[in-house]
């Protein structure tokens, strides 16, 4: 069964720069996966950041646009997210989510704090 495992989040100032990784265990497909980043604080729903589709193709949230970039690696298996400019109001989970044939996966997060 395919698991996700985000890694990378960490407390940076603002204006710092933090990338996040994620990567796919127990799977064989992963180059057949559309791929993507939410992101969640608490009493809120959790808000896409970036998505990458098997063939490449990137979505960004407004928000985070010229500031964070994605990208993935089918050989390594894995997904990433650079991060750059942060504010404080980037701070809060990181999840991971992959979707094939109807299935979607989530990771168990990372945590973002963006904080002086």
């Known amino acids: 069964q395919l698991q996700l495992v985000e890694s990378g989040g960490d407390l940076v100032e603002p204006g710092g720069s933090l990338r996040l990784s994620c990567a796919a265990k127990?799977?064989?497909?992963?180059?057949?996966?559309?791929m993507g980043w939410y992101r969640q604080v608490p009493d809120k729903q959790r808000e896409l950041v970036a998505e990458?589709?098997?063939?490449?193709?990137?979505t960004y949230a407004d928000s985070v646009k010229g500031r964070f970039t994605i990208s993935r690696d089918n050989g390594l298996k894995t997904m990433d997210l650079q991060m750059n400019s942060l504010k404080p109001e980037d701070t809060a989970v990181y999840y991971c989510k992959s979707s094939y044939d109807g299935r979607t996966t989530w990771g168990q997060g990372t945590q973002v704090t963006v904080s002086s």
């Open positions: 990458i589709s098997k063939s490449g193709t990137t």
């Open positions: 127990r799977s064989s497909l992963f180059r057949l996966y559309d």
